[in-house]
């Protein structure tokens, strides 16, 4: 299991990732920019067995590679999250849970159920890692798309690589103040769960 600790914010009205990049709080300590499209597919069974046991599942494909994950719920303040994630790859949703529960997931419960997709976002996402200095870095995301087939978003990450949380939330805060970001409480699932699938 790895645990995925990482920081939520909705940019303002007419933001550009050119302002979040271009920062002086980032462009210094940010590597090089990559793009990636994603695509993504939450899982669960008709009756939500997963969501009931704080689980989400989702098949995501990135640049075309498919990857399936498991994550757990574990914490959150404002836009701070920590929670547990395991990961295979796989295009094969038929067997996701007993392939995650091969590598420690707790999703023992869904291993014999079959699953059906309840939700579902793409987008493109602009990411590099920042380090400000030695022993604290993230990952730096910038995410456009839609949820369903037509709800759009953009979103703000900063996932933890090196350092404790509180540098994290230190960094992210003063970024926010400079750059007019809000808080995310919610998750992409949650809000892809109110976007109509067709």
């Known amino acids: ?44 069974t008709k009756d939500r067995l997963a969501a009931k046991s704080g689980i989400t599942l989702r098949r995501r494909y990135e640049n075309g590679e498919s990857v399936i994950y498991a994550k757990t719920n574990k914490s959150s ?21 007993r392939l995650l529960c091969n590598v420690g997931a707790p999703v023992e419960e869904l291993c014999d159920l079959p699953l059906v997709t ?6 493109e996402r602009l990411e590099c890692l920042v380090t400000p200095y030695p022993g604290f870095s993230f990952m730096l995301s910038y995410d ?6 037509k709800l759009p978003f953009s979103e703000v990450e900063l996932e933890l690589c090196d350092g404790s949380v509180s540098e994290l939330t230190v960094f992210g805060e003063k970024l926010a103040s400079r750059l007019g970001l809000t808080p995310e409480t919610r998750s992409k ?8 699938l067709s």
Not at 12 to 37: D, M, Q, T
Not at 118 to 123: D, E, G, L, Q
């Open 1 to 44: 299991m790895s645990s995925e600790t990482e920081l939520k914010y909705t940019p303002h009205n007419g933001f550009f990732a050119k302002e979040l990049f271009e920062c002086e709080y980032i462009a210094p300590y940010a590597g090089l920019v990559r793009r990636i499209s994603m695509s993504t597919e939450y899982l669960d």
């Open 77 to 97: 303040h404002g836009a701070l999250s920590v929670r547990g994630e395991w990961s295979v790859a796989s295009e094969d949703t038929d067997v996701a849970a």
């Open 118 to 123: 309840v939700a579902s976002v793409r987008f």
């Open 144 to 149: 456009e798309g839609v949820f369903g087939e």
């Open 189 to 196: 699932y949650a809000r892809a769960l109110s976007a109509p």
